[in-house]
């Protein structure tokens, strides 16, 4: 390696940013490292045992970029935002023809689209890489989603596949598209990774305030579900968290922790690009909305005695009903994702490979679950209209679900358990499978208050019509 340079930089050594690096140091490769605060890099090395052989400390930008070998592989592992565009105002100057920096963040995909176009035609490329799986995935195998030039995928495809969580031997990583198709795709992966860990915080409640089980319970359940087609990283996550004894009250820490969820974004800009794309994603809409009440704590600890309750006693739905309804939310949840990343690919011309994506997410990311490899399996077969819940796979298992679904959101609904994410999801199936929706009256309604037309289902053309008068 002396001669001939470091095979990949890695820039940032915080968590994610120190595991990556540990990981192809591990698969072989040299890794030259730095950070902002040099400090850290001589702790990150002394730490590394026998990997430190493989790392190139430097503590310099102008030292990191020089011991790289050329053309150069730079993987940026910083907060995204403002110092992503302050590195590269930094780097370019440093860079040579050929060389690939690469953003390993949660970045906006939109900015990654600015970036790439910014280096565009310069010879020096930009990749926008979604990483998934957290500090354990990254040290051990994430699932990463790329978006850039075929040339950086050429150059840096077989350090991502060494390093790349494994499903049956195939590496769950893939160049998706152009510019910013990695974070976008990673950005619906968060999305239905919020309606997921939403759908089962829901069925946790409903077992929790309408049937008394307490958390080990409840974790012991679902780490049943997590051994049948539930299976999944979130269910067995679910299950251990709500197992787990806080050894200062040797409460379970489920029930000490208070109910207010945190975000950092990803789920919103889901929403916000879908919509921006005249798209919906109500199962995911429905979990930023569900974080965001959360946090209105306050006002719902006042509203608890104020407000008329659920009324009717009913029977909570069996384990099997509730498993259907876990089944069909995720189902869903998957297939409004899915239909979002098919209105992008269209609108910025990536051409993602559905199947590719379900594919790279069968292990390695935070949504990774038996589900996964259905859902490529159907998107490589028959798909009437695109649509996932049209291929038959699919349609066999939601038939086998949706009535576990019902029974499971009527109980919610009588009991006065809020199911938002579920209840989402079964409307938009509800929606999906009549032919003949509603519509027809907004349609009536527009053109009553503003004349702004309809067409008919008897005739060509724009239509109004004369209203009967209030
Ligand atoms: C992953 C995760 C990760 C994300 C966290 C936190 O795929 O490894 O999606 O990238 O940052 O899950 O997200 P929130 O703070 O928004 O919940």
Known sequence: MAGRGADIGVYGLGTMGSALALNLADNGFSVAVTNRE???????????????????????????????????????????????????????????????????????????RRRFARLEGSRKHFVGMGVSGG????????????????????????????????FEGIPC??????????????????????????????????????????????????????????????IEVSAAALQTVDPETGKPVADVILDQA???????????????????????????????????????????????????????????????????GRIISHAQGFRILDAASKDFDWHLDMAQIAEIWRAGCIIRSALLDELAEGFRGE??????????????????????????????????????TLSAALGWYDTMRRGRGTANLIQAQRDFFGAHGFERIDMEGKHHAEWRPL
Do not use: C
């Open 173 to 234: 990583v893939a160049r998706l598209g152009s510019d910013g198709a990695g974070h976008f795709v990673k950005t619906v992966h968060n999305g239905i990774e919020y309606a997921d860990m939403q759908m089962i915080a829901e069925i946790y409640g409903l077992l929790r305030d309408a049937n008394g089980e307490t958390a080990p319970e409840i974790g012991a359940r679902f780490g049943r579900w997590a051994q049948g087609p539930l299976s999944s990283y979130l």
């Open 262 to 328: 945190g975000q950092k974004g990803t789920g919103r800009w889901t929403i916000i690009e879908a919509l921006k794309m005249g798209q919906s994603a109500s199962t995911i809409e429905a979990a930023v909305g569900a974080r965001g009440w959360s946090s209105e704590k306050a006002v719902r600890v006042m509203a608890e005695p104020l407000l008329p309750a659920g009324t009717e006693k009913v029977e909570i739905p069996g384990d099997d009903d509730l498993q259907a309804a876990m089944m069909a």
């Open 135 to 166: 500090e354990e995935g990254a040290r051990h195998g994430p699932s990463m989603m790329v978006g850039g030039s075929e040339h950086s995928w050429q150059q840096m495809r077989p350090m991502a596949e060494a390093i790349a969580a494994k």
């Open 38 to 112: 040099s400090d850290w890099i001589a702790q990150f090395v002394a730490e590394a045992g026998p990997l430190a052989d493989r790392l190139v400390p430097a503590e310099s930008l102008e030292d990191f970029v020089a011991a790289i070998a050329a053309p150069r592989t730079i993987l940026f592992m910083i907060p995204s935002g403002a110092p992503m565009d302050e590195m590269i105002n930094a780097i370019l100057p440093l860079l040579g023809d050929g060389d690939t920096i690469i953003d390993g963040g949660n970045a906006d995909f939109n900015d990654t």
């Open 383 to 420: 798909l009437p209209q695109g649509h996932l819940i049209l291929a038959p796979i699919m349609r066999k298992r939601l038939q086998v679900t949706l009535p576990g679904l019902r029974r499971t959101l009527s109980a919610a609904i009588n009991l006065g358990v809020a199911m938002p």
